[in-house]
């Protein structure tokens, strides 16, 4: 069996994340802070220590393909795959690897790569049935995917880290605090962080319930719920939210673009 892998990189707005696949197995994955200024020279100083930790080498990445709501950060990581891999690196949703699927929305060029890539990815893991993929990073999407994976429109929310930081910027006397789940099921804290941390993560848990009820009621279909980003897991004890936690959907969805783009899956 070959060696050679595929690079997929990820970049939102709080964290680019960094994966290695051969064929449709993800072999490694690794995040770093989504910076725009930082170049391929740095990429590269990170990224092929974590490489050879793992036991890999960078000789045997034969493609990259990049995702990216921060088109700042584009030109550097061209540059990465270009200097230090000798690829052009592919850029999901541009010639030649554009989508693939419907997005059946009013302003289908303003549609989030993030979410078109997921949408690619839960079509993979759910064909044939209607999908809705919640993804809990810098902001809260929820995402419905038709049967056929086309896009068709969705819910942006604040993320949760973004809804605890501005009521800490607001308010002067409140502390930060880390986001966890809450020791217990009580919404009555008895201190300001248990306070803090009850209206923060059980709001979210209430907004999302009552989100996913109202999209269900709308579509009227079978919905198969797919959570996935940094903070999914961060829910995956309210088991009654999702049917699926799939922490790596989007990078899945890269290499799943990846190989429909070379006609191999």
Do not use: C
Not at 114 to 119: F, G, S
Not at 228 to 256: C, K, S, V, W, Y
């Amino acid at each position: 069996m070959s060696n050679q892998m595929l690079l997929a990189i990820d970049v939102g707005n709080t964290n680019a994340k960094f994966a290695l696949f051969h064929g449709t197995d993800l072999l490694a994955r690794w995040r770093i802070a989504t910076d725009d200024r930082r170049t391929a020279d740095e990429y590269i100083v990170w990224l092929d220590q974590l490489m050879r930790i793992e036991g890999y080498d960078r000789t045997h990445v034969e493609a990259v393909i990049i995702s990216t709501v921060v088109p700042r950060a584009l030109h550097n990581l061209q540059l990465l795959a270009h200097r230090y891999f000798g690829v052009d690196a592919l850029v999901a949703g541009r010639d030649p690897v554009t989508w693939g699927i419907a997005l059946k929305v009013a302003e289908p060029q303003s549609v989030g790569a993030d979410r078109a890539v997921n949408a690619i990815s839960a079509q993979a893991v759910e064909p044939g049935r209607d999908k809705l993929v919640i993804s809990f990073g810098t902001a809260t999407t929820l995402d419905h995917i038709g049967p056929d994976g086309a896009y068709l429109g969705g819910i942006i929310a604040p993320g949760v880290n973004l809804s605890l930081e501005a009521l800490v910027a607001a308010a002067a006397k409140l502390p930060r605090i880390a986001i966890e789940a809450p020791a217990t099921a009580s919404v009555i804290g008895r201190t300001t962080e248990s306070q803090m941390l009850i209206g923060v993560y059980w709001g979210y848990v209430a907004m999302i319930e009552g989100l996913i009820a109202r999209m269900k009621a709308e579509i009227v279909k079978p919905l198969t719920v797919i959570a996935t980003g940094g903070l999914a897991t961060l829910f995956q004890e309210q088991a009654h939210l999702f049917d699926r936690i799939e922490p790596d959907l989007t990078l899945n969805g890269l290499m799943h673009l990846y190989h429909q783009r070379n006609g191999n899956i």
